[in-house]
C-alpha cells in the first residue's frame, strides 16, 4: 500500500484526486482548438504538448470526457487488418498500448488475449488466409489455425456452433488486446491536462468562421474562440462538423449496439469474432461478457437500444455457447458510427486551410486511438500529414483510390 | 425491422457523358451525412415492393410514403 494514503486514515478530509482541472471560461484565443473530448482527441492534444511543445489547447468536448463512442466501443485492440496500409497502421498503435499504462501513469487494464476471428465458411477461410499472409509479409503475428487449436484455447465453444454453422477455422491473431475503454481517455486527459491543455466539458461547438478558406475561430456555447487550427475528431457528430466548413464527405451514421452479461467467474480468456454469426465477444476484468455485432441497417443519429438487436446477438451466443442460456443481459447501449464506403478512416488534412479531419471511425476506431493522436498531431503542427496515414486522405474518392478494410471488419456488417 | 429493407438516400444522378470526373466521383462516393428530413428507398420484403419513404434520421419518425413518381397521387 502507498504510505501516501495513510494520511487519509488520520484524515477527516478525503480528497479524491482529480485527473484534470475543470476548466469553465476559455481563452480569447489558442494555438489549437480540438472539437471532441473522446480518446482521439484527448491523445491529439497529448501528442501535440508532448511531441511538438504545443500547449496552449483547447480541447471542447459537448458531453463528457470519454462519454462518447470511446466509452461504448467493445475495447477491442487489434492489428489484423486485410490492406498492408491498414496493417502497418493499426500495427504502430498496438504497439503503442502495450507501453500505455505506463507512458499515461494509469493503468489501462490493457490485457493480451489472443483473438480468434472464426470462419464457418470456405469463403471465410479464403479472407482469413488472405488476411494472415498480408499480416506476415508485414510482420504482425496472425495464422490460420483449425478447430483443434481453437478448441484448446476455448474449450467452451461447441465448433459446430449447434450445428448450425460448423467452425472450419480460424484466423489467430496473438496480439489481440482488450483494454479499460474510458480509462484511456482518462489518462490521455491527464496527462495533457498536466502539460497545459486546458478541456472544457458541456461545451459545444455552434460554428467554425472560416475567412477566405482559412480557420479563424470557433463559435461554442461558451463564446467565441480565436484560433488557426481546429481539429474535429467528433466521431459520429462528424456530419454536423463538416457541415459547418462546408466539406462533403462520404460519412453516414449507423448505430452500432452492443451489451454486457452479468458478472461470471473467469472462463473466457480469448477474444471470439465470428462474422458468419456477428458476434464478437470477449470477458471483462469485471467478469462480464462483453458482446457486440453488425451495425443497425438503416442510417439514423441516435443512441437507443433495441430488442431486435438483443434478441438476434444472444441467439448466436448461445449457438457458440449453449451453457450461457440462462446468462442474463444486464445492460445494452450503443454508439453512432461515422461510417465510410472502403471502412478505412479519414485523416489528415481537408480543402478548409487550418481544418483537419479524423473521422470515419466507424465500428474500428478505439484500437487506433493512440496513432491517430500521434499523428493528427503531426499533422497538425507540421500542416503535412504523416506517410502513415496518407492512405487515409480524404481525397482518396476523388482519385478513385480507396483502401478497402470491409473483409477486415470484424463482422460482416 | 425485418419487414422493411433500407435502400440509402433518393438521389438523382449526373449524366455521365455531361458531368466532370469530380462531379461523378463526389456521386458515387459522397453522401449527405448530416441529420435531418430525407427521402429514402425502402423495400417491403413481403409484397416485394420498392417505394419511397420521407424520414428525420434523427428522430427516426417517417412523414411520408409513396411510390416513386407517383408522389402526387397520394
Known amino acids: 500500500m502507498p504510505l501516501g494514503l495513510l494520511k487519509y486514515a488520520l484524515s477527516k478530509e478525503h480528497p479524491a484526486p482529480r485527473f484534470f482541472r475543470d476548466c469553465t471560461e476559455p481563452k480569447k484565443s489558442y494555438d489549437a482548438v480540438i472539437i471532441g473530448g473522446g480518446g482521439h482527441g484527448l491523445a491529439a492534444a497529448y501528442y501535440l504538448a508532448k511531441d511538438f511543445g504545443i500547449t496552449n489547447v483547447a480541447v471542447l468536448e459537448k458531453g463528457y470526457i470519454g462519454g462518447g463512442n470511446t466509452g461504448r466501443n467493445t475495447t477491442i485492440v487489434r492489428s489484423n487488418y486485410l490492406t498492408p496500409e491498414g496493417v502497418n497502421f493499426y500495427d504502430a498503435s498496438v504497439k503503442m498500448y502495450e507501453d500505455l499504462s505506463q507512458e499515461l501513469d494509469l493503468n489501462l487494464f490493457y490485457s493480451t488475449r489472443g483473438h480468434f476471428t472464426l470462419a464457418h465458411t470456405d469463403s471465410a477461410m479464403r479472407t482469413m488466409r488472405w488476411r494472415a499472409e498480408v499480416n506476415k509479409h508485414v510482420g504482425v503475428e496472425s495464422r490460420v489455425v483449425g478447430p483443434d487449436e481453437i478448441s484448446q484455447a476455448c474449450p467452451q465453444l461447441d465448433i459446430s456452433c449447434s450445428g448450425q454453422a460448423p467452425i472450419q477455422g480460424a484466423l489467430y491473431h496473438a496480439p489481440g488486446s482488450v483494454a479499460r475503454h474510458d480509462a484511456v481517455a482518462w489518462g490521455y486527459a491527464k496527462e495533457a491536462d498536466r502539460m497545459g491543455v486546458e478541456i472544457f466539458q458541456s461545451t459545444e461547438v455552434t460554428g467554425i468562421d472560416v475567412k477566405s478558406g482559412k480557420v479563424v475561430g470557433v463559435n461554442t456555447s461558451k463564446g467565441y474562440i480565436e484560433t488557426n487550427r481546429v481539429l474535429s475528431a467528433v466521431a459520429g457528430f462528424t456530419p454536423r462538423i463538416t457541415e459547418m466548413v462546408d466539406i462533403e464527405t462520404p460519412i453516414v451514421i449507423h448505430p452500432l449496439q452492443a451489451c454486457v452479461s452479468e458478472p461470471m467467474k473467469p472462463w473466457l480468456d480469448t477474444i471470439l469474432v465470428s462474422g458468419s454469426l456477428h458476434v464478437y465477444v470477449s470477458q471483462s476484468s469485471r467478469g462480464e461478457l462483453v458482446m457486440g455485432s453488425s451495425l443497425d441497417p438503416y442510417e439514423m443519429h441516435s443512441t437507443r437500444s433495441s430488442l431486435d438487436f438483443v434478441e438476434g446477438l444472444t441467439s448466436h451466443i448461445v449457438d457458440m455457447f449453449p451453457f450461457l442460456s440462462n446468462v442474463k443481459v444486464v445492460r445494452q447501449w450503443a454508439g453512432m458510427a461515422d461510417l465510410t464506403p472502403d471502412f478505412a478512416p479519414i485523416m489528415g488534412k481537408t480543402p478548409v486551410e487550418g481544418f483537419y479531419l479524423d473521422a470515419g471511425w466507424g465500428t474500428w476506431g478505439f484500437k487506433a486511438t493512440p496513432i491517430s493522436g500521434k499523428t493528427m498531431a503531426e499533422t497538425m503542427a507540421r500542416d503535412i500529414a504523416p506517410d502513415l496515414i496518407e492512405p487515409f486522405r480524404l481525397t482518396r474518392f476523388e482519385d478513385y483510390e480507396l483502401t478497402g478494410e470491409k473483409g477486415a471488419a470484424s463482422v460482416g456488417h | ?74
Request: charged content about 30%; overall charge negative; hydrophobic content about 25%.
Open chain 2, 1 to 74: 425491422m425485418s419487414e422493411f429493407t433500407y435502400g440509402g438516400e433518393y438521389r438523382d444522378m449526373p449524366d455521365p457523358d455531361t458531368c466532370t470526373d469530380k462531379e461523378w466521383a463526389a456521386y458515387v462516393h459522397y453522401r449527405n451525412g448530416a441529420p435531418g428530413l430525407k427521402k429514402e428507398w425502402w423495400y417491403h420484403g413481403p409484397s416485394g415492393t420498392w417505394f419511397i419513404a420521407e424520414r428525420d434520421t434523427m428522430t427516426d419518425k417517417i412523414s411520408r410514403t409513396y411510390i416513386a413518381g407517383q408522389e402526387e397521387a397520394k
